[in-house]
T-cell receptor, first 112, second 113 residues
Framework: QKEVEQDPGPLSVPEGAIVSLNCTYS??????FMWYRQYSRKGPELLMY????GNKEDGRFTAQVDKSSKYISLFIRDSQPSDSATYLC????????????FGKGTLLTVNP | KAGVTQTPRYLIKTRGQQVTLSCSPI?????VSWYQQTPGQGLQFLFE???????NKGNFPGRFSGRQFSNSRSEMNVSTLELGDSALYLC????????????FGPGTRLTVL
């Protein structure tokens, strides 16, 4: 079993839709949770960063972490064609361990 | 602040050759991590350097090595290249101010023929 599982999609939605992206993880040591967005031929760009369980909102983006079920979610409201990209979840155990463990990414297309 | 920069952006090599990739972190960042991204395996951690010392290492063969200089710039080297080493190599820097947030560069696309 991979440490972080993510449905690769692809996911195609109409403009304005609410998008839900999800990951599960298996290692209870993970304390930090991130979502990165990666456009084609670019490096990953940090979208959201959360510590432990709870919700975090930033504009149209909401990240949720449920440590009891080892479940990570990213919601995108009022999706735009510019949101079309690959979304990667990532986890980190923290301390002096800077290793990020990534899901394989979900390819999202928002159609105008 | 300028972001993470990586050079070169594209590289073509043949099997058996070696290659050196360079990464300049965000000013003030002292931690540099390297990742390999392939369609099949996704993003995989190679190693992380802090103050010129390797602190963490992923599960890659010894052909993959790295170093960090006193100005926090980092290089990674791959010797005896194999076809399977074709990938996007990404560098990330972190501020080590407690947030541990990692910021990625644009990557170096390595093609091994």
């Amino acid at each position: 079993q991979k440490e972080v599982e993510q449905d690769p999609g692809p996911l195609s939605v109409p403009e304005g839709a609410i998008v839900s992206l999800n990951c599960t993880y298996s290692n209870s040591a993970f304390q930090y949770f991130m979502w990165y967005r990666q456009y084609s031929r670019k490096g990953p760009e940090l979208l959201m960063y959360t510590y432990s369980s709870g919700n975090k909102e930033d504009g149209r983006f909401t990240a949720q972490v449920d440590k009891s079920s080892k479940y990570i979610s990213l919601f995108i409201r009022d999706s735009q064609p510019s949101d079309s990209a690959t979304y990667l979840c990532a986890t980190q155990s923290g301390g002096s361990n800077y290793k990020l463990t990534f899901g394989k990414g979900t390819l999202l297309t928002v159609n105008p | 602040k300028a972001g993470v920069t990586q050079t070169p952006r594209y590289l073509i090599k043949t099997r058996g050759q070696q290659v050196t990739l360079s990464c300049s972190p965000i000013s003030g960042h002292r931690s540099v991590s390297w990742y390999q991204q392939t369609p099949g395996q996704g993003l995989q951690f190679l190693f992380e350097y802090f103050s010129e010392t390797q602190r963490n290492k992923g599960n890659f063969p010894g052909r993959f090595s790295g170093r960090q200089f006193s100005n926090s710039r980092s290089e990674m080297n791959v010797s005896t290249l194999e076809l399977g080493d074709s990938a996007l190599y990404l560098c990330a820097s972190s501020s080590t101010d407690g947030t541990d947030t990692q910021y990625f560069g644009p990557g170096t696309r390595l093609t091994v023929l």
